[in-house]
């Protein structure tokens, strides 16, 4: 897939499938602008594998729950590469716990972090991507928002409401030459799913019909395709990346 000619910006691009996904856009001749949270030397190091790829790339810690730095992370991108092509929304945390000992200061910080994180971003790049006439938004949800888990009460609430801003604002800016569309990742090999347990490893594998965990390249393969112009006549969709799991 060409990229060539066009801006991506990723919000949570420093590690994992975040890191993938910038490399995959690299690789296709998109200047990148990552962003990430805390781990400055992560996104660097990202940075510099994109422009080894022949990429021009740009680290810029943001919090995306915060209307003030994403809009001035959307400037940074506009004024350094001279536009918004694709927004991949993919920054996300978890507080995981029983809903019944869930604090709410937990529930509160995983909504603000991965959906109102979401919304702010979607909203600041659209501004740019309307007057373009053209755009593309793909934004991370999960198997867990699409059939739920327990313990991950307000992971799956934020990764759900991610499907609906993404089939909303589909219809919104539809008419502007704009898609909208979710991959929703299932057990993908990244430090998250390495901290779970032995017995939660197998009980996860057993319960994907492919029967092993997926890669983040898997999951930037499919995020890829939906920011191209191969995808020009999709929209509002959400594909899974989970081997079967949510069939």
């Known amino acids: 897939m060409n990229f060539s000619g066009k801006t991506a910006v990723v919000t949570g691009g ?3 499938i975040g890191r993938a996904i910038c490399l995959k856009l690299a690789a296709g001749g998109a200047h990148v602008v990552l962003c990430y949270a805390g ?8 940075a510099a ?10 680290a810029v810690r943001c919090n995306v729950a915060d209307s003030a730095q994403v ?3 959307m400037d940074t991108a506009v004024k350094t590469f001279g536009g918004i092509h694709i927004l991949i929304n993919n920054a996300g945390i978890t507080r995981d716990q029983l809903m019944m000992m869930m604090k709410e ?17 979607m909203k600041a790049a659209a501004r740019t991507m309307m007057k373009q006439r053209y755009g593309r938004i793909v934004s991370l949800s999960s198997v867990v928002g699409l059939r739920g888990n327990a313990g991950q009460t307000n992971y799956a609430a934020s990764k759900a409401g991610i499907i609906g801003l993404t089939k909303s604002i589909a219809k919104e800016l539809a008419s502007r030459g704009v898609t909208a569309n979710a991959v929703a990742p299932g057990f993908i ?21 492919l029967g092993k965990l997926g890669k ?9 395709f939906l920011a191209s112009e191969e995808a020009g006549y999709i929209t509002g969709q959400v594909l899974a990346v989970d081997g079967g799991m949510a069939m």
């Not at 594998?49 to 740009?58: I, N, P, Q, S």
């Not at 901290?195 to 019909?209: R, V, W």
């Not at 983040?216 to 890829?224: G, K, Q, T």
Request: aromatic letters at 2%.
């Open 71 to 73: 809009q001035a992370l």
């Open 189 to 209: 090999d990244t430090d998250m799913t390495a901290a779970m347990s032995e017995a939660a490893k197998a009980a996860t594998l057993a319960s994907i019909p």
């Open 216 to 224: 983040p390249e898997d999951v930037a393969a499919a995020v890829a």
């Open 14 to 16: 420093s590690r994992g």
């Open 105 to 121: 200061e937990a529930f509160d910080e995983v909504i603000s972090a991965n959906l109102k994180g979401a919304f702010l971003c």
């Open 49 to 58: 594998e994109c422009e080894k790829l022949g990429a021009k790339a740009l």
């Open 39 to 46: 781990n400055e030397d992560a996104a660097r190091e990202t």
